[in-house]
């Protein structure tokens, strides 16, 4: 199959131009421009690494161009079954391709959808499908369509989110990714029982004031590795912002909230410094159960004003403050 503007545009070679006079052969220079548009749309796809590619119904009968063999890792012109090339992509992307195509062939006009793939040669690529489904008499017969390398868009794409959802002094979870986090835990079905811990340093402020940022900011550091190792099996550990931190995670009875809380301020009890100007660090943690169907706003107003309750009675230690409803005996 041609990769060129010819082959989706060049007319039967008995066509002849209309004008005021009747019929009459193409122009020397009409030709010309076609040639000159053909090539551009040669090198314009072969730039931006687009392929196209057809498959008859139901023979499954797959023809590609050179640049959907590259994209494979396959060499041109060689030979192609369904099976193995399906076989390329990654299983979740398999799976959606299989679903999506299903039903386009069922009763669609066609799909686009975004594919890991894994080469022939090893590499690991993201391609863009574009699908039509061609129909005759209402029966499927044939499917054609671009394939597209969007690798290096998926890749910054990648890098953005990381940016956006990562904390950038500890490495932990940012706030963005907490909310949603948040957000999702509220709103599913689970079974599993999850609470909402928030974590502030205590004394951080005189350690910012007396040590220095660098010494403020080498502290958080301390405070994250701390906090997961405490609680490594945590849905979630995230830097709110300041010194406050958050971990949401399974607890299913008021021992596990307790027990949680107390592995955590037990290992967030350190001392900072030099020997001559020694600063102690520890944590106060409000807790609060995530009830499935309560706003997250309210589960997190609730694990605030218990870590303020810890707060006002001496800090350095925890508290999930009682509450109405069927898990009232948890505090």
Same mark, same amino acid.
């Given at each position: 199959?041609?990769?060129?503007?010819?082959?989706?545009?060049?007319?039967?070679?008995?066509?002849?131009?209309?004008?005021?006079?009747?019929?009459?052969?193409?122009?020397?220079?009409?030709?010309?421009?076609?040639?000159?548009?053909?090539? $551009?749309?040669?090198?314009?796809?072969?730039?931006?690494?687009?392929?196209?590619?057809?498959?008859?119904?139901?023979?499954?009968?797959?023809?590609?161009?050179?640049?959907?063999?590259?994209?494979?890792?396959?060499?041109?012109?060689?030979?192609?079954?369904?099976?193995?090339?399906?076989?390329?992509?990654?299983?979740?992307?398999?799976?959606?391709?299989?679903?999506?195509?299903?039903?386009?062939?069922?009763?669609?006009?066609?799909?686009?959808?975004?594919?890991?793939?894994?080469?022939?040669?090893?590499?690991?690529?993201?391609?863009?499908?574009?699908?039509?489904?061609?129909?005759?008499?209402?029966?499927?017969?044939?499917?054609?369509?671009?394939?597209?390398?969007?690798?290096?868009?998926?890749?910054?794409?990648?890098?953005?989110?990381?940016? &956006?959802?990562?904390?950038?002094?500890?490495? $932990?979870?940012?706030?963005?990714?907490?909310?949603?986090?948040?957000?999702?835990?509220?709103?599913?079905?689970?079974?599993?029982?999850?609470?909402?811990?928030?974590?502030?340093?205590?004394?951080?402020? &005189?350690?910012?004031?007396?040590?220095?940022?660098?010494?403020?900011?080498?502290?958080?550091?301390?405070?994250?590795?701390?906090?997961?190792?405490?609680?490594?099996?945590?849905?979630?550990?995230?830097?709110?912002?300041?010194?406050?931190?958050?971990?949401?995670?399974?607890?299913?009875?008021?021992?596990?909230?307790?027990?949680?809380?107390?592995?955590?301020?037990?290992?967030?009890?350190?001392?900072?410094?030099?020997?001559?100007?020694?600063?102690?660090?520890?944590?106060?943690?409000?807790?609060?159960?995530?009830?499935?169907?309560?706003?997250?706003?309210?589960?997190?107003?609730?694990?605030?004003?218990?870590?303020?309750?810890?707060?006002?009675?001496?800090?350095?230690?925890?508290?999930?403050?009682?509450?109405?409803?069927?898990?009232?005996?948890?505090?």
């Amino acid at each position: 199959m041609p990769n060129s503007l010819q082959y989706h545009c060049e007319p039967p070679r008995n066509t002849t131009t209309l004008d005021a006079d009747g019929p009459r052969p193409p122009a020397p220079e009409n030709s010309e421009q076609f040639n000159r548009l053909q090539e $551009l749309f040669d090198k314009s796809f072969k730039a931006a690494r687009v392929g196209i590619w057809e498959c008859t119904l139901p023979e499954e009968t797959i023809t590609w161009t050179d640049t959907v063999y590259e994209l494979f890792g396959l060499e041109p012109r060689s030979p192609l079954t369904r099976g193995a090339t399906v076989a390329l992509y990654a299983p979740e992307s398999r799976k959606k391709l299989t679903e999506i195509r299903s039903a386009a062939i069922r009763d669609g006009e066609g799909f686009t959808l975004d594919a890991e793939i894994i080469t022939a040669k090893g590499d690991r690529r993201w391609i863009r499908i574009t699908a039509i489904v061609e129909r005759q008499d209402g029966i499927p017969v044939r499917l054609f369509g671009m394939k597209q390398d969007i690798t290096a868009e998926k890749t910054l794409f990648e890098q953005l989110r990381h940016l &956006a959802e990562t904390d950038v002094v500890t490495g $932990l979870a940012s706030r963005t990714k907490f909310e949603s986090m948040l957000d999702e835990v509220a709103a599913s079905s689970q079974s599993e029982q999850k609470a909402l811990l928030l974590i502030d340093l205590d004394n951080f402020k &005189a350690v910012n004031d007396r040590l220095g940022h660098q010494a403020g900011d080498e502290c958080l550091r301390e405070a994250a590795r701390r906090i997961s190792q405490a609680v490594p099996d945590a849905t979630l550990i995230a830097r709110l912002g300041g010194d406050e931190f958050a971990v949401i995670h399974d607890c299913g009875a008021a021992n596990s909230v307790e027990d949680v809380c107390r592995r955590v301020v037990n290992k967030l009890e350190w001392w900072v410094g030099t020997s001559a100007n020694k600063l102690k660090v520890s944590a106060s943690i409000g807790a609060a159960m995530i009830l499935q169907g309560s706003p997250a706003k309210d589960i997190f107003a609730e694990a605030d004003r218990a870590l303020y309750a810890v707060k006002a009675t001496g800090k350095n230690s925890f508290k999930l403050l009682p509450r109405s409803g069927p898990i009232a005996d948890v505090a």
